[in-house]
């Protein structure tokens, strides 16, 4: 008996405007969460370091690292996420996909907000922690594929690449509010306070953020318009010999494309305050503030950036910001390590940081969702995006810190920047100019 072959996949329609504006905010609140809980994971990794990975008498730095290979493992985890949820939304629906996501990655965030530290339960309380940081995760693989799909294939003709942009805006957002709580905590709340139950608090506030995301997404219509038609569920979502070869390349080349964003996103917005405080040696206000400082450039380039792709192409404002970031990333940085540098210089150098990433990120879930049938949308820019962040992104903490204490060389991170941006510049070369001009497939 042979299996039924996929139905055909009718072209997005034009979605009407309250439609639109529905699927971009409950698109965009589940990547706001995600975000807001990798970077306070990222903010407070010295914090949770001392808490759950160094036990009496360790070493800081080892403790450190411990705590970056639990990040970069829940990395991991993404692509088994985007690959079952992608699956998931690709045959049954993009709304109860964001539906499971939002509900998973709520729970995780906050049950790590009441977990007990090492020095309550002892060894078991690292290995909870990954735990839960590998169900986020999971998660955190299906919500992009998902929340991107629905996001562009909603979007008003020639607007793709803006409404896809705010995917990556409210991961500035995310970020942003992140290092906004950490900002607030570390001012109002004493060293041990902050050490001894002020960490969990930025946690145990995704609760409410995850409830008010929810109701944004069970109020999607059940078949999303303009959401292509489903194949059968008997179907498999990747069909065997020519497509699924297509597939697969269109995924390889998507992690060529994004490693330069994901590397050098987290480098400047997620691993630097750590980074400067184990070795420059700066507070953790100081370090918090300079990541403010990065987010806010990252922020301001990349609703520009998005639109500006939908008028002259995604590939001409991608290579620009791999090109800006390749160039510049150690110039940048010599200018934040100068002690006898202006502070003005410091922050100014940190925002165009952040502005060169953005122009990478604007465009970038457009360009992922150009690559990719409706068919296998969710999975196939799901499966890019996650495998480049989990090599790229997850380890970039873990990569640094390690490199730096056995090289002592503090220009790690620029030169991690730089190497992954320059590879990107060759990727996205190969796109075609006129992808953003042409229909969803």
């Known amino acids: 008996m042979t299996t039924p072959a996929p139905g055909p996949v009718r072209p997005p329609a ?33 914090v949770i370091a001392a808490q759950f990975f160094t036990p009496e008498g360790g070493s800081a730095v080892e403790g450190l690292v411990k705590a970056y290979a639990s990040f970069a493992l829940a990395f991991f985890f993404r692509p088994v996420g985007a690959a079952v949820f992608g699956r998931f939304g690709d045959r049954v629906g993009r709304r109860p996909a964001l539906v499971l996501v939002v509900c998973l990655m709520t729970g995780a965030t906050a049950m790590i907000g009441a977990l007990p530290t090492y020095a309550s339960i002892g060894a078991a309380a690292p290995w909870l922690l990954t735990l839960l940081r590998i169900l986020q995760g999971l998660s955190a693989g299906g919500e992009f594929g998902g929340a991107v799909s629905v996001m ?11 409404y896809g942009a705010w995917q990556s805006f409210t991961v500035a957002l995310g970020l942003l509010a992140g290092a906004g709580v950490a900002v607030v905590l570390a001012s109002v709340l004493t060293t041990s306070q902050l050490h001894g139950w002020g960490w969990r608090v930025p946690f145990l506030l995704t609760l409410p953020l995850g409830l008010v995301a929810l109701r944004l997404r069970l109020r999607l ?56 405080q184990s070795t420059l040696g700066t507070t953790f206000q100081q370090a918090l503030l300079g990541t403010v400082l990065a987010n806010l450039g ?14 002259i192409g995604r590939r001409a404002v991608m290579v620009a910001g791999a090109l800006l970031v390749a160039v510049l990333a150690l110039p940048l940085l010599h200018v934040v390590q100068d002690p006898d540098g202006s502070p003005y210089a410091k922050g100014a150098a940190l925002f165009a940081a952040g502005a060169c990433v953005g122009l990478m990120a604007g465009p970038g879930p457009a360009m992922l969702a150009e690559m990719f049938p409706a068919r296998v949308r969710c999975t196939g820019l799901g499966l890019a995006y996650a495998l480049s962040n989990a090599v790229f992104a997850g380890c970039a903490g873990l990569i640094i810190t390690e490199v730096a204490e056995r090289t002592g060389d503090v220009d790690v991170p620029g030169y991690y920047a730089a190497a992954t941006c320059a590879v990107s510049v060759a990727a996205l070369l190969t796109l075609r100019g006129d992808d953003h001009e042409r229909a969803l497939r």
């Open 298 to 311: 990252f922020a301001a380039s990349i609703l520009p950036a998005g639109g500006l792709s939908d008028r």
């Open 221 to 276: 219509p059940p078949d999303e318009p303009p959401a292509p038609a489903r194949p059968a569920l008997t179907a498999p979502a990747l069909v065997p010999g020519r497509r699924s070869a297509e597939t697969v390349r269109a995924v390889a080349s998507g992690i060529g494309r994004m490693m330069g964003w994901s590397a050098a996103g987290y480098t400047f917005l997620v691993v630097l305050p750590s980074y400067l």
């Open 14 to 46: 034009t979605a009407r405007p309250d439609e639109a504006r529905r699927a971009l905010v409950a698109g965009s609140v589940g990547n706001f969460i995600e975000w807001y809980e990798f970077g306070i994971y990222g903010y407070f990794a010295t």
């Open 152 to 162: 562009t294939e909603c979007a008003p003709p020639g607007r793709r690449g803006l």
